[in-house]
């Protein structure tokens, strides 16, 4: 019997039976133009039967008055029907909603209030600018004299341009005469030109590996990053 590994290792079959269909192929010449289609997916029996269109059912409904039976008639219920029609009775410590007009006691009825309670029942009051002709009028508290500390004085500051900032740069401006008249040496000529490559047909191999990368051996510092990381071994 597989185990799960083997099970989970196995590759997911192809529904669509498409056919093996690589997205690069080295060949040793241009491959021929096709004109027809080079994919025919072919469905299953089930995506067939899922892509049909459903079937519209044109009969007459029944009217929602039918006559009932001579047994539907005469039935008695039995009493497991009979408690189960029954409604649910309410907890033992339910108690019905409280009127909005409840009666007070005579306790809540000559109870005076404390002079804290009285000092906090008292409206906020605002101070009002001086000389103003509408004292009635609540005043907003962006109009109420204050003074800011220096501290928010200093934050309030705008900063100032550092003394190199020259702005934004135009979009025309003038091309130097040294640029104008620059000659590229022979070295940058020979980086600016694209690298040659041969074609596949021409026999171009991208599997051939350079000499240097054959001889190539890796520092002692990638050596020691290949190795495993230390695992804590429990001491027995």
């Not at 289609?37 to 029944?62: A, C, F, G, I």
């Not at 005076?112 to 009285?118: K, N």
């Not at 220096?150 to 550092?162: G, N, Q, V, W, Y």
């Amino acid at each position: 019997m597989a185990t799960r590994t083997q099970r989970l290792a196995q590759p997911k079959p192809d529904r669509l039976r498409y056919p093996d269909r690589r997205s690069v192929y080295w060949l040793d010449e241009l491959p021929p133009e096709k004109t027809g289609s080079t994919t025919k997916p072919e469905l299953s029996h089930r995506w067939l039967e899922l892509s049909r269109s459903k079937k519209l059912y044109t009969e007459v409904t029944l009217s929602p008055i039918w006559e009932v039976s001579e047994h539907a008639l005469r039935a008695v219920a039995s009493s497991r029907l009979c408690s189960l029609a029954q409604p649910r009775a309410p907890v033992a410590g339910w108690r019905p909603d409280r009127l909005p007009l409840a009666p007070l006691n005579r306790a809540t009825q000559t109870a005076v209030a404390t002079s804290r309670i009285c000092q906090l029942a008292q409206p906020k009051r605002r101070p009002v600018l001086e000389g103003s002709g509408h004292k009635s009028k609540p005043v907003p508290m962006t109009h109420l004299p204050c003074k800011a500390s220096a501290h928010i004085e200093l934050l309030a500051t705008p900063k100032h341009d550092h003394p190199g900032f020259e702005g934004e740069r135009s979009v025309c401006w003038l091309v130097s005469r040294a640029a104008r008249h620059y000659n590229a040496s022979q070295r940058l000529l020979e980086l600016s030109s694209p690298k040659e490559r041969k074609a596949l047909f021409e026999g171009y191999d991208p599997y051939t590996v350079s000499r240097a990368a054959r001889s190539a051996s890796p520092s002692p510092r990638i050596r020691q990053l290949c190795l495993p990381l230390p695992r804590k071994c429990s001491s027995n």
